[in-house]
T-cell receptor, first 112, second 113 residues
Framework: GNSVTQMEGPVTLSEEAFLTINCTYTATGYPSLFWYVQYPGEGLQLLLK?????DKGSNKGFEATYRKETTSFHLEKGSVQVSDSAVYFC???????????FGGGTRVLVKP | DTAVSQTPKYLVTQMGNDKSIKCEQN?????MYWYKQDSKKFLKIMFS???????INETVPNRFSPKSPDKAHLNLHINSLELGDSAVYFCASTTPGQRAEAFFGQGTRLTVV
């Protein structure tokens, strides 16, 4: 079946540091890949997505590239802010029922 | 305008009770879902409905019964609540196709005491 593995947190950083959250997946065919962010006390929001190999998703300074050869979709941001403190979820989507399979989430804490 | 709204936001109840969580989306999507998020933040799909028809039913106790009166609503009824049902339940809807983008509600934090 489909599965998503992402690095466990928490990840603690200082403001303006570089952030990387690793995500790898297992799936048949060609899934779409997503990063969702969950701020404290809120629901999940789509951060970025990529729908085919070599696509790069980007939003709010975050980027992730769909790497089919390494089945990865690592999330990066060059300079984090305190407001980026949240839980980040990597997910893959398949056409059957449009079901999303999520990774376990990575909590990121950015300190001033 | 809230795209996906669920009520209530918080629900505290005793073991053995029956409770419902309501969800509505005003995005015109055909497909809606219920996800459960446990205390470790792990998210797992429970149910999916497409245009009022059940299409995904993961391994969920039959005490959980979704109901979709129309494609804009997907409610979750839980019978005989147990301590292990305590979690945050998220409703979501998606755009069609494989490039589906999911829109989530704010979540309902259910605490069973």
């Amino acid at each position: 079946g489909n599965s998503v593995t992402q690095m466990e947190g928490p990840v603690t950083l200082s403001e303006e540091a570089f952030l990387t959250i690793n995500c790898t997946y297992t799936a048949t065919g060609y899934p779409s890949l997503f990063w969702y962010v969950q701020y404290p006390g809120e629901g999940l929001q789509l951060l970025l997505k990529a729908t085919k190999a070599d696509d790069k998703g980007s939003n709010k300074g975050f980027e992730a590239t769909y790497r089919k050869e390494t089945t990865s979709f690592h999330l990066e941001k060059g300079s984090v802010q305190v407001s980026d403190s949240a839980v980040y979820f990597c997910a893959l989507g398949k056409a059957a029922g449009n079901k999303l399979t999520f990774g376990g989430g990575t909590r990121v804490l950015v300190k001033p | 305008d809230t795209a996906v709204s669920q009520t209530p936001k918080y629900l505290v109840t005793q073991m053995g009770n029956d409770k419902s969580i309501k969800c509505e989306q005003n995005l015109g999507h055909d497909t809606m879902y219920w996800y459960k998020q446990d205390s470790k933040k792990f998210l797992k799909i429970m149910f999916s409905y497409n245009n009022k028809e059940l299409i995904i039913n993961e391994t969920v106790p039959n005490r959980f019964s979704p109901k979709s009166p129309d494609k804009a609503h997907l409610n979750l009824h839980i019978n005989s609540l147990e301590l292990g049902d305590s979690a945050v339940y998220f409703c979501a809807s998606t755009t069609p196709g494989q490039r589906a983008e999911a829109f989530f509600g704010q979540g309902t934090r259910l605490t069973v005491v």
